[in-house]
């Protein structure tokens, strides 16, 4: 954040620069004269005046070179030429820049969403849970009862103890799914700040031995796309990836792609394939022998959680690296 200070003050001097080395040639050269307004009116853009630095920076120099050519030279054209093509650049750049704020923004708005979803169903399996415990209070209540009239209502206490017996099994079930939505709710919470959700994926239809095996989650990608983000976290998984491949001493590798089940299949098990084949690529361009890497789309075939939430629908959301051992060390 500390550059763009500096770098404001640099385009700001540019940009006196080129008013104070134009300012009587403006009103005259009518191409100065749109390039200027154009540019001008970039940098009050409230919206992308601080975007795109760089190439707005370029541009206001381009418009000073311009202002310093006569009318009448043999530079005025290329001078020209570049400064519609500096200016046209700057704007592009802003814009392009605002874009990729506004989906990281959205990105962030997608995992509040989910980690808010995971909330709410906690306390819905804990409201659960308290009026189960309540009803099974009650039974309790009743059977104490029932058990002074022992002899005169023996067969109605035989009905209540069974149905103490479900009462009870029903909480023991609503306890278990408020302990387990617990636990989605924290890795959620830790996959929000660490960038990456841990799971356990199955084993992979392949015939060879199964190695050891990493995992890179679907948030690595592009939301529906097989195209890697470029944020930190993002990148310093990939390369921990590729240091685990390059550790694997020559053994054949074996990269799975897996999607959860919301959609059209084939679509689902064509991105699959997509994002399988993007690990590849990476794998190929840091030196590993494409010969060694199989890639395979598995499509929704191996979820490793439910389809049924949000979280676990998250977690099916894959790719799997995978180091095979020979059959015959």
């Known amino acids: 954040m500390s550059r763009l200070p500096i770098c404001a003050a640099v385009i700001f001097g540019a940009l006196v ?5 134009a300012a009587g040639d403006v009103s005259k050269d009518p191409d100065l004269q749109r390039l200027s307004g154009e540019l001008a009116q970039l940098d009050a853009d409230p919206s992308l005046g601080q975007l795109g630095d760089a190439d ?3 541009a206001h120099q ?10 009448h030279s043999l530079d005025r054209a290329q001078a020209l030429y570049i400064a519609e093509r500096r200016v046209a650049a700057a704007q592009f750049a802003a814009q392009a820049d605002l874009a990729e704020r506004q989906l990281e923004q959205l990105d962030r708005e997608h995992d509040r969403i989910l980690l808010e979803a995971s909330r709410r169903d906690a306390d819905q399996a804990r409201q659960e849970a308290e009026r189960l415990r309540l009803q099974n209070t009650a039974r ?3 059977a104490q009862r029932a058990a002074a009239e022992r002899e005169a209502q023996a067969q109605q206490a035989a009905g209540i103890a069974s149905n103490e017996s479900d009462q009870a099994h029903a909480l023991a079930e609503a306890r278990a799914r408020e302990a387990a939505l617990a636990q989605q709710e924290a890795a959620l919470s830790a996959g929000i700040s660490m960038g990456a959700t841990p799971a356990k994926s199955q084993p992979p239809p392949a015939r ?17 796309r097989a195209i890697l983000r470029t944020d930190e976290s993002t990148r310093t998984r990939v390369k921990a990836l ?9 053994a054949m590798i074996r990269v799975e792609g897996h999607t959860d089940n919301q959609g059209n299949p084939q679509a689902n098990l064509s991105l699959s394939q997509q994002r399988a084949d993007a690990i590849k690529d990476v794998l190929r361009a840091a030196g590993i022998p494409a010969s060694r890497v199989q890639a ?27 180091v095979l051992r020979s059959a015959n060390p």
């Open 140 to 142: 309790d209540e009743e």
């Open 17 to 21: 620069a080129t008013q104070a080395a």
């Open 208 to 224: 060879e031995p199964r190695g050891p095996s990493m995992l890179l989650s679907g948030a690595a990608f592009m939301p529906g």
């Open 62 to 71: 381009a418009l000073d070179e311009l202002a310093q050519t006569s009318s």
């Open 296 to 322: 395979i789309g598995l499509g929704a075939e191996q979820p490793v959680a439910s389809n049924a939430t949000p979280q676990g629908r998250e977690r099916n959301r894959r790719v799997e690296v995978i």
């Open 242 to 250: 590729v240091a685990f491949v390059l550790a694997s001493a020559g």
């Open 56 to 58: 707005r920076l370029k």
